[in-house]
Protein backbone atom coordinates (compact mmCIF):
# COMPACT_ATOMS: atom_id res chain seq x y z
CA UNK A 1 0.00 0.00 0.00
CA UNK A 2 1.38 2.88 -0.74
CA UNK A 3 1.82 6.49 1.59
CA UNK A 4 -1.74 7.75 0.05
CA UNK A 5 -3.72 4.39 0.65
CA UNK A 6 -1.89 4.36 4.04
CA UNK A 7 -2.81 7.76 4.92
CA UNK A 8 -6.65 7.60 3.60
CA UNK A 9 -7.39 4.48 5.55
CA UNK A 10 -7.08 5.66 8.22
CA UNK A 11 -10.28 7.77 8.26
CA UNK A 12 -12.69 5.36 10.01
CA UNK A 13 -15.09 7.53 11.03
CA UNK A 14 -18.22 6.06 8.39
CA UNK A 15 -17.18 2.47 9.27
CA UNK A 16 -17.45 3.47 12.83
CA UNK A 17 -21.21 5.03 12.73
CA UNK A 18 -22.46 1.80 10.07
CA UNK A 19 -21.21 -0.74 12.55
CA UNK A 20 -23.43 1.48 14.78
CA UNK A 21 -26.19 1.03 12.25
CA UNK A 22 -26.40 4.53 12.20
CA UNK A 23 -25.20 5.82 9.23
CA UNK A 24 -27.41 7.67 7.61
CA UNK A 25 -26.21 8.94 4.10
CA UNK A 26 -26.41 7.74 0.45
CA UNK A 27 -29.44 5.82 1.25
CA UNK A 28 -31.04 4.64 -1.78
CA UNK A 29 -34.40 6.32 -3.38
CA UNK A 30 -36.30 3.56 -5.58
CA UNK A 31 -38.74 6.03 -6.97
CA UNK A 32 -39.27 10.14 -8.06
CA UNK A 33 -39.57 12.59 -4.83
CA UNK A 34 -42.85 13.73 -3.79
CA UNK A 35 -43.54 14.05 0.26
CA UNK A 36 -43.99 10.30 -0.03
CA UNK A 37 -40.96 8.21 -1.99
CA UNK A 38 -40.54 4.51 -2.20
CA UNK A 39 -36.97 2.84 -0.24
CA UNK A 40 -36.15 -0.42 -0.19
CA UNK A 41 -39.66 -1.61 -1.09
CA UNK A 42 -41.34 0.92 2.03
CA UNK A 43 -43.41 3.91 1.83
CA UNK A 44 -40.95 6.57 3.33
CA UNK A 45 -42.34 10.26 4.28
CA UNK A 46 -40.14 12.94 2.37
CA UNK A 47 -39.03 15.95 5.00
CA UNK A 48 -35.56 15.78 3.47
CA UNK A 49 -36.24 17.61 0.29
CA UNK A 50 -35.46 20.81 -0.96
CA UNK A 51 -37.86 20.48 -3.74
CA UNK A 52 -39.93 23.30 -2.08
CA UNK A 53 -42.32 23.50 -4.59
CA UNK A 54 -43.27 19.69 -4.77
CA UNK A 55 -42.59 20.21 -8.69
CA UNK A 56 -40.06 17.49 -9.71
CA UNK A 57 -42.85 14.91 -11.38
CA UNK A 58 -44.75 17.53 -12.95
CA UNK A 59 -46.10 15.96 -16.27
CA UNK A 60 -45.48 19.47 -17.61
CA UNK A 61 -41.80 19.54 -16.51
CA UNK A 62 -41.72 16.15 -17.60
CA UNK A 63 -43.13 16.82 -20.84
CA UNK A 64 -40.16 19.81 -21.49
CA UNK A 65 -37.43 17.74 -21.04
CA UNK A 66 -38.12 15.33 -22.88
CA UNK A 67 -38.87 17.69 -26.02
CA UNK A 68 -35.93 19.46 -25.47
CA UNK A 69 -34.24 16.33 -25.14
CA UNK A 70 -35.75 15.38 -28.33
CA UNK A 71 -34.54 18.81 -30.15
CA UNK A 72 -31.53 19.30 -29.08
CA UNK A 73 -30.28 16.08 -27.27
CA UNK A 74 -28.98 14.73 -24.38
CA UNK A 75 -26.06 16.85 -24.03
CA UNK A 76 -24.33 20.13 -25.79
CA UNK A 77 -20.53 18.42 -25.73
CA UNK A 78 -18.95 22.26 -25.17
CA UNK A 79 -19.28 25.14 -22.53
CA UNK A 80 -21.21 28.31 -22.81
CA UNK A 81 -18.14 30.22 -24.44
CA UNK A 82 -17.52 27.76 -27.32
CA UNK A 83 -20.15 25.29 -28.65
CA UNK A 84 -22.36 25.23 -25.99
CA UNK A 85 -24.60 27.71 -25.96
CA UNK A 86 -28.52 26.93 -27.50
CA UNK A 87 -31.27 29.48 -27.43
CA UNK A 88 -33.01 27.86 -24.87
CA UNK A 89 -30.14 29.02 -22.42
CA UNK A 90 -30.15 32.32 -23.20
CA UNK A 91 -33.91 32.64 -23.31
CA UNK A 92 -33.55 31.23 -19.35
CA UNK A 93 -31.22 33.95 -19.34
CA UNK A 94 -33.61 36.47 -19.53
CA UNK A 95 -36.41 34.94 -18.02
CA UNK A 96 -34.57 34.57 -14.90
CA UNK A 97 -32.89 38.27 -15.17
CA UNK A 98 -36.29 39.69 -15.33
CA UNK A 99 -38.10 37.14 -12.64
CA UNK A 100 -35.57 38.67 -10.11
CA UNK A 101 -35.39 42.28 -11.26
CA UNK A 102 -31.51 42.63 -12.96
CA UNK A 103 -30.33 43.09 -16.18
CA UNK A 104 -28.75 39.95 -17.26
CA UNK A 105 -28.16 36.45 -16.32
CA UNK A 106 -25.69 33.96 -16.64
CA UNK A 107 -26.88 29.83 -16.65
CA UNK A 108 -24.62 27.63 -14.93
CA UNK A 109 -24.59 23.86 -14.56
CA UNK A 110 -24.97 23.82 -10.76
CA UNK A 111 -25.92 26.46 -8.01
CA UNK A 112 -22.54 25.41 -6.67
CA UNK A 113 -20.30 26.55 -9.66
CA UNK A 114 -22.40 29.83 -9.66
CA UNK A 115 -21.10 30.74 -6.31
CA UNK A 116 -17.76 28.84 -6.74
CA UNK A 117 -16.82 30.92 -10.46
CA UNK A 118 -18.62 33.95 -9.35
CA UNK A 119 -17.68 34.92 -5.35
CA UNK A 120 -13.86 34.02 -7.09
CA UNK A 121 -13.94 36.32 -9.44
CA UNK A 122 -15.47 39.53 -8.56
CA UNK A 123 -12.80 41.17 -6.70
CA UNK A 124 -8.95 40.98 -6.84
CA UNK A 125 -5.86 41.39 -4.59
CA UNK A 126 -6.76 44.80 -3.46
CA UNK A 127 -10.55 43.95 -2.45
CA UNK A 128 -12.25 42.28 0.17
CA UNK A 129 -14.46 39.25 0.92
CA UNK A 130 -16.84 39.84 3.93
CA UNK A 131 -18.91 36.68 4.74
CA UNK A 132 -21.37 35.32 7.32
CA UNK A 133 -19.65 32.41 9.08
CA UNK A 134 -22.48 30.22 8.19
CA UNK A 135 -22.85 30.81 4.37
CA UNK A 136 -22.72 27.88 1.85
CA UNK A 137 -19.82 25.43 1.05
CA UNK A 138 -19.99 26.52 -2.30
CA UNK A 139 -19.73 30.40 -1.23
CA UNK A 140 -16.72 29.38 1.11
CA UNK A 141 -14.86 27.88 -2.19
CA UNK A 142 -15.05 30.68 -4.05
CA UNK A 143 -13.96 33.22 -0.73
CA UNK A 144 -10.94 30.72 -1.04
CA UNK A 145 -10.56 30.52 -4.66
CA UNK A 146 -10.32 34.62 -4.68
CA UNK A 147 -7.08 36.51 -4.00
CA UNK A 148 -8.71 38.73 -2.17
CA UNK A 149 -8.59 39.32 1.56
CA UNK A 150 -11.31 37.09 3.17
CA UNK A 151 -12.94 38.25 6.60
CA UNK A 152 -16.03 36.65 8.03
CA UNK A 153 -18.30 37.78 11.05
CA UNK A 154 -20.44 35.84 13.17
CA UNK A 155 -23.98 34.55 11.99
CA UNK A 156 -26.29 37.62 11.23
CA UNK A 157 -24.33 39.48 13.96
CA UNK A 158 -24.70 43.02 12.39
CA UNK A 159 -21.85 44.88 14.75
CA UNK A 160 -19.23 42.05 13.94
CA UNK A 161 -20.26 42.88 10.39
CA UNK A 162 -19.33 46.79 10.86
CA UNK A 163 -16.15 45.64 12.37
CA UNK A 164 -15.09 43.41 9.66
CA UNK A 165 -15.66 46.49 7.28
CA UNK A 166 -14.25 49.14 9.37
CA UNK A 167 -10.82 47.18 9.04
CA UNK A 168 -11.49 47.85 5.00
CA UNK A 169 -9.14 50.11 3.12
CA UNK A 170 -11.76 52.89 2.05
CA UNK A 171 -10.62 52.91 -1.98
CA UNK A 172 -10.83 48.75 -1.82
CA UNK A 173 -14.17 46.78 -3.47
CA UNK A 174 -15.32 45.23 -0.31
CA UNK A 175 -18.10 42.56 -1.52
CA UNK A 176 -20.24 40.99 1.06
CA UNK A 177 -21.77 38.14 0.56
CA UNK A 178 -24.74 36.09 1.76
CA UNK A 179 -27.26 33.26 2.13
CA UNK A 180 -30.53 34.99 1.88
CA UNK A 181 -32.02 31.85 3.76
CA UNK A 182 -29.18 29.92 5.37
CA UNK A 183 -29.60 26.44 4.70
CA UNK A 184 -29.16 24.62 7.94
CA UNK A 185 -31.14 26.79 9.95
CA UNK A 186 -33.69 28.71 8.47
CA UNK A 187 -33.07 32.25 9.15
CA UNK A 188 -33.15 34.97 6.90
CA UNK A 189 -30.03 36.98 6.46
CA UNK A 190 -30.67 40.57 8.23
CA UNK A 191 -31.03 42.20 4.91
CA UNK A 192 -31.68 45.82 5.51
CA UNK A 193 -29.15 46.66 8.18
CA UNK A 194 -26.63 44.56 5.43
CA UNK A 195 -28.11 47.37 2.43
CA UNK A 196 -27.26 49.93 5.36
CA UNK A 197 -23.78 49.09 6.33
CA UNK A 198 -22.81 48.54 2.31
CA UNK A 199 -24.52 52.34 1.95
CA UNK A 200 -22.54 53.60 4.82
CA UNK A 201 -19.32 51.86 3.91
CA UNK A 202 -19.48 52.03 0.22
CA UNK A 203 -19.66 48.19 -0.09
CA UNK A 204 -21.25 46.21 -2.96
CA UNK A 205 -23.53 42.87 -2.30
CA UNK A 206 -23.85 39.60 -3.00
CA UNK A 207 -27.17 37.18 -2.25
CA UNK A 208 -27.34 33.78 -2.63
CA UNK A 209 -31.22 32.81 -3.10
CA UNK A 210 -31.27 29.18 -3.33
CA UNK A 211 -33.33 28.91 -0.52
CA UNK A 212 -35.35 31.90 -1.17
CA UNK A 213 -36.39 31.60 -4.52
CA UNK A 214 -39.64 30.46 -4.79
CA UNK A 215 -40.36 30.84 -1.13
CA UNK A 216 -40.10 34.07 -0.70
CA UNK A 217 -40.99 37.92 -1.94
CA UNK A 218 -43.42 37.87 -5.28
CA UNK A 219 -44.47 35.39 -7.09
CA UNK A 220 -41.46 33.61 -5.09
CA UNK A 221 -39.06 36.18 -6.44
CA UNK A 222 -36.50 35.72 -3.65
CA UNK A 223 -35.47 37.72 -0.35
CA UNK A 224 -34.43 40.27 -2.00
CA UNK A 225 -37.66 40.95 -3.20
CA UNK A 226 -38.82 39.96 -0.14
CA UNK A 227 -37.43 42.84 1.56
CA UNK A 228 -38.18 45.30 -1.12
CA UNK A 229 -33.95 45.49 -1.20
CA UNK A 230 -33.62 44.04 -5.29
CA UNK A 231 -32.24 47.12 -5.91
CA UNK A 232 -30.22 47.46 -3.48
CA UNK A 233 -27.92 44.04 -4.06
CA UNK A 234 -25.99 44.17 -6.55
CA UNK A 235 -25.49 40.84 -7.35
CA UNK A 236 -28.47 37.76 -6.73
CA UNK A 237 -27.56 34.07 -7.39
CA UNK A 238 -30.08 30.89 -7.57
CA UNK A 239 -30.12 27.30 -8.60
CA UNK A 240 -32.89 25.53 -10.55
CA UNK A 241 -32.35 22.32 -7.50
CA UNK A 242 -34.64 23.38 -5.18
CA UNK A 243 -37.96 25.18 -5.97
CA UNK A 244 -37.24 24.79 -10.00
CA UNK A 245 -37.21 21.15 -10.29
CA UNK A 246 -33.75 20.72 -11.95
CA UNK A 247 -30.25 21.34 -11.76
CA UNK A 248 -28.14 24.56 -12.69
CA UNK A 249 -28.11 27.56 -11.22
CA UNK A 250 -27.68 31.48 -12.18
CA UNK A 251 -26.18 34.48 -11.60
CA UNK A 252 -27.90 37.87 -12.06
CA UNK A 253 -26.49 41.74 -11.65
CA UNK A 254 -26.16 44.73 -13.92
CA UNK A 255 -24.84 44.64 -17.60
CA UNK A 256 -21.19 45.52 -16.77
CA UNK A 257 -20.95 42.95 -13.93
CA UNK A 258 -22.72 40.04 -15.93
CA UNK A 259 -20.40 40.81 -19.64
CA UNK A 260 -17.32 40.28 -16.91
CA UNK A 261 -18.46 37.19 -15.64
CA UNK A 262 -19.52 36.10 -18.73
CA UNK A 263 -15.46 36.10 -19.56
CA UNK A 264 -14.08 35.93 -16.78
CA UNK A 265 -15.61 33.15 -14.45
CA UNK A 266 -13.58 29.98 -14.85
CA UNK A 267 -16.35 27.75 -13.68
CA UNK A 268 -19.08 29.20 -16.75
CA UNK A 269 -16.23 28.78 -19.25
CA UNK A 270 -14.05 25.96 -18.17
CA UNK A 271 -17.18 23.81 -17.38
CA UNK A 272 -19.92 22.10 -20.41
CA UNK A 273 -23.08 24.04 -20.23
CA UNK A 274 -26.03 22.86 -18.80
CA UNK A 275 -28.27 19.92 -20.63
CA UNK A 276 -31.09 20.45 -22.65
CA UNK A 277 -33.94 18.77 -20.80
CA UNK A 278 -32.43 20.54 -17.18
CA UNK A 279 -32.56 23.57 -18.74
CA UNK A 280 -36.09 23.27 -20.22
CA UNK A 281 -37.14 21.83 -17.01
CA UNK A 282 -36.47 24.84 -15.08
CA UNK A 283 -37.53 27.04 -17.86
CA UNK A 284 -40.83 25.27 -17.30
CA UNK A 285 -41.01 25.32 -13.42
CA UNK A 286 -40.30 29.35 -13.59
CA UNK A 287 -43.25 30.01 -15.66
CA UNK A 288 -45.22 27.71 -13.10
CA UNK A 289 -43.99 29.87 -10.13
CA UNK A 290 -44.76 33.05 -12.40
CA UNK A 291 -48.43 31.07 -13.28
CA UNK A 292 -49.48 29.12 -9.95
CA UNK A 293 -48.78 31.55 -6.91
CA UNK A 294 -51.28 28.44 -5.32
CA UNK A 295 -48.48 26.47 -4.36
CA UNK A 296 -46.06 29.15 -2.69
CA UNK A 297 -49.48 29.95 -0.60
CA UNK A 298 -49.53 26.10 0.23
CA UNK A 299 -45.82 26.24 0.77
CA UNK A 300 -46.59 28.60 3.71
CA UNK A 301 -50.09 27.23 5.00
CA UNK A 302 -48.23 24.25 5.60
CA UNK A 303 -45.01 25.80 7.10
CA UNK A 304 -46.71 27.52 9.39
CA UNK A 305 -48.84 24.51 10.78
CA UNK A 306 -45.64 22.49 10.99
CA UNK A 307 -43.23 25.47 12.47
CA UNK A 308 -46.39 25.96 15.25
CA UNK A 309 -46.73 22.01 15.43
CA UNK A 310 -42.57 21.42 16.54
CA UNK A 311 -42.55 24.41 18.63
CA UNK A 312 -45.95 23.18 20.63
CA UNK A 313 -44.33 20.20 20.93
CA UNK A 314 -41.09 21.55 22.60
CA UNK A 315 -38.78 21.08 20.26
CA UNK A 316 -35.62 23.73 19.95
CA UNK A 317 -36.34 25.06 16.44
CA UNK A 318 -34.17 27.99 16.60
CA UNK A 319 -34.92 31.33 14.32
CA UNK A 320 -36.39 29.87 11.59
CA UNK A 321 -38.61 31.91 9.31
CA UNK A 322 -39.00 29.74 6.45
CA UNK A 323 -39.89 26.10 5.39
CA UNK A 324 -36.40 24.53 7.04
CA UNK A 325 -36.95 23.65 10.36
CA UNK A 326 -34.01 22.85 12.21
CA UNK A 327 -34.44 20.57 14.97
CA UNK A 328 -31.26 20.95 17.77
CA UNK A 329 -30.14 17.60 18.94
CA UNK A 330 -26.49 19.08 20.00
CA UNK A 331 -24.69 16.12 19.74
CA UNK A 332 -23.65 13.87 17.13
CA UNK A 333 -23.88 10.70 17.79
CA UNK A 334 -27.73 11.05 18.94
CA UNK A 335 -28.12 13.38 15.88
CA UNK A 336 -27.34 10.35 13.73
CA UNK A 337 -29.34 7.73 16.15
CA UNK A 338 -32.52 10.30 15.81
CA UNK A 339 -32.03 10.13 12.42
CA UNK A 340 -31.83 6.32 12.39
CA UNK A 341 -34.91 6.03 14.22
CA UNK A 342 -37.23 8.25 12.59
CA UNK A 343 -36.11 6.37 9.54
CA UNK A 344 -37.40 3.37 11.77
CA UNK A 345 -41.10 4.94 11.25
CA UNK A 346 -40.62 5.69 8.15
CA UNK A 347 -39.38 9.44 8.35
CA UNK A 348 -36.73 10.57 6.46
CA UNK A 349 -34.68 13.43 7.55
CA UNK A 350 -31.42 14.91 7.27
CA UNK A 351 -28.63 14.82 10.36
CA UNK A 352 -26.71 18.47 10.41
CA UNK A 353 -23.51 17.85 11.89
CA UNK A 354 -20.11 20.12 11.32
CA UNK A 355 -19.13 21.15 9.12
CA UNK A 356 -22.04 22.15 7.97
CA UNK A 357 -23.05 23.58 11.74
CA UNK A 358 -20.58 24.46 14.48
CA UNK A 359 -20.21 21.56 16.52
CA UNK A 360 -22.28 22.78 19.54
CA UNK A 361 -25.53 23.24 16.69
CA UNK A 362 -25.94 19.54 15.33
CA UNK A 363 -29.39 19.18 14.31
CA UNK A 364 -32.03 17.74 11.85
CA UNK A 365 -33.17 19.21 9.58
CA UNK A 366 -36.64 19.18 8.30
CA UNK A 367 -37.81 20.62 5.23
CA UNK A 368 -41.61 21.44 3.93
CA UNK A 369 -43.33 20.86 0.17
CA UNK A 370 -46.13 22.82 -1.16
CA UNK A 371 -47.37 19.37 -1.11
CA UNK A 372 -47.43 18.20 2.29
CA UNK A 373 -50.38 17.74 4.10
CA UNK A 374 -51.22 18.14 7.87
CA UNK A 375 -51.80 14.73 8.21
CA UNK A 376 -48.08 13.93 7.36
CA UNK A 377 -47.21 16.98 9.26
CA UNK A 378 -48.87 15.57 12.71
CA UNK A 379 -47.57 11.87 11.79
CA UNK A 380 -43.83 13.39 11.80
CA UNK A 381 -44.48 15.60 15.08
CA UNK A 382 -45.71 13.09 16.76
CA UNK A 383 -43.25 10.25 15.85
CA UNK A 384 -40.27 12.77 16.15
CA UNK A 385 -41.30 13.76 19.79
CA UNK A 386 -41.32 10.03 20.54
CA UNK A 387 -37.35 9.89 19.14
CA UNK A 388 -36.87 12.93 20.84
CA UNK A 389 -37.59 11.68 23.99
CA UNK A 390 -36.27 8.04 23.87
CA UNK A 391 -32.90 9.50 23.38
CA UNK A 392 -33.52 12.25 26.57
CA UNK A 393 -33.07 15.09 23.72
CA UNK A 394 -36.78 16.08 24.48
CA UNK A 395 -38.20 15.95 28.17
N1 LIG B 1 -26.16 27.77 -2.08
C1 LIG B 1 -26.86 27.25 -1.06
C2 LIG B 1 -27.29 28.15 0.05
C3 LIG B 1 -27.21 25.89 -1.07
O1 LIG B 1 -27.91 25.37 -0.05
C4 LIG B 1 -26.80 25.08 -2.15
C5 LIG B 1 -27.15 23.60 -2.24
N2 LIG B 1 -27.50 22.94 -1.15
C6 LIG B 1 -26.05 25.67 -3.17
C7 LIG B 1 -25.76 27.01 -3.11
C8 LIG B 1 -25.56 24.84 -4.32
O2 LIG B 1 -26.61 24.58 -5.19
P1 LIG B 1 -26.67 23.27 -6.12
O3 LIG B 1 -27.11 22.14 -5.26
O4 LIG B 1 -27.68 23.65 -7.13
O5 LIG B 1 -25.33 23.06 -6.69
Known amino acids: MGLLQDKLSKFRLPQLYMEQGVYPYFREIDSHQDTEVIMDGKKVLMFGSNSYM ?141 VRLKEKYNASIMVDEAHGLGVFGHQGRGVCDHFGLTDQVDVIMGTFSKSLASIGGFVAADKDTINWLRHNSRSYIFSASNTPAATAAAREALHILKTEPERKANLWTITNYALDSFRQAGFEIGDTESPIIPLYVRDTDKTFEVTKLAFDEGIFINPVIPPACAPQDTLVRVALMATHTKEQVDYAVDKLTQCFKKLGILK
Open 54 to 194: GLTYDKRIIEAAIAATRKYGTGCAGSRFLNGTLDLHVQLEKELAEFVGKDDALVYSTGFTVNEGVVSCLTDRNDYIICDDRDHASIVDGRRLSFSTQLKYKHNDMEALEKELQKCKPESVKLIVVDGVFSMEGDLANLPEI
